[in-house]
């Protein structure tokens, strides 16, 4: 059995397919082609955060903590998968969350399932709650494997003990390191078609008992 699971959040721990997206509804706004862009190497990951905060500020110029909390309210955990960190952790394997999704949100999941760490992306606030202009690069969604890095550091084991399971391409760069992966629930025909051609073995959202004897037996 792996010695830990590395969980990205959007999609694979929630039914929510991006935090960012979530936001950007919240505020009326969208933001496809500053995605594109990022994909495209246009963007760096501090410059697509800040565009997502212009676009949010010019809808309201002004927005508090509490407003991005709350409009996470309402979000939903991936059917089955509060079973499946209970059993993990019960067989004595950490659980952790590596996500490029928004810190406010991946927190609130990460006590709601308990699991061992996390780290993601976020906002900055002043002292008042306020939401400043620039964003706080964490993980970069590119190059995951630095994030795996880092809890290997602190919890000493190799990168060959960790499982990281992923619904998208860009998820595959937390096995870069020397770390297996899993598809869960791929929702884009890229990201299946990414999967398949590199040999990835994929689990749908209903095959989450398959994915929970997976990760036991592997």
């Given amino acids: 059995m792996p ?59 002004r927005i508090h903590r509490d407003e991005v909390v709350r409009a996470f309210a309402g979000s939903r955990l991936m ?25 406010v949100y991946v927190a609130m999941i990460a006590q709601m399932l308990k699991v061992d760490d996390w780290i993601a992306n976020g906002l900055g606030f002043d002292d008042d709650g306020w939401m400043l202009d620039d964003g706080v690069i964490r993980v970069r969604a590119n190059n995951k494997s630095s994030a795996i890095d880092q809890f290997c550091e602190i919890r000493g084991y190799p990168p060959e003990d960790i499982i990281c399971v992923g619904d998208s391409s860009v998820d595959l760069s ?19 078609e990414s999967f398949l051609s590199l040999g990835v073995r994929v689990f749908e959202k209903e095959q989450i008992l398959d994915l929970k004897n997976h990760l036991l037996s592997s």
């Fill in 174 to 192: 937390m096995s870069a390191s020397g770390a297996s992966f899993v598809g869960f629930n791929p929702t884009r025909d890229i990201d299946i």
């Fill in 79 to 103: 059917p089955g998968m509060r079973e499946l960190v209970a059993e993990l952790q019960s067989n004595d394997i950490d659980v952790i969350i590596v996500s490029a999704g928004v810190d």
């Fill in 3 to 61: 010695r830990c699971v590395a969980f990205d959040c959007d999609g694979v721990l929630t039914q929510n397919v991006s935090s960012w997206k979530s936001l950007h509804q919240h505020f009326g706004t969208t933001s496809g082609d500053l995605y594109q862009a990022y994909l495209d190497g246009q963007l760096t990951d501090e410059e697509f955060v800040r565009e997502d905060i212009i676009r949010w500020k010019a809808s309201r110029p």
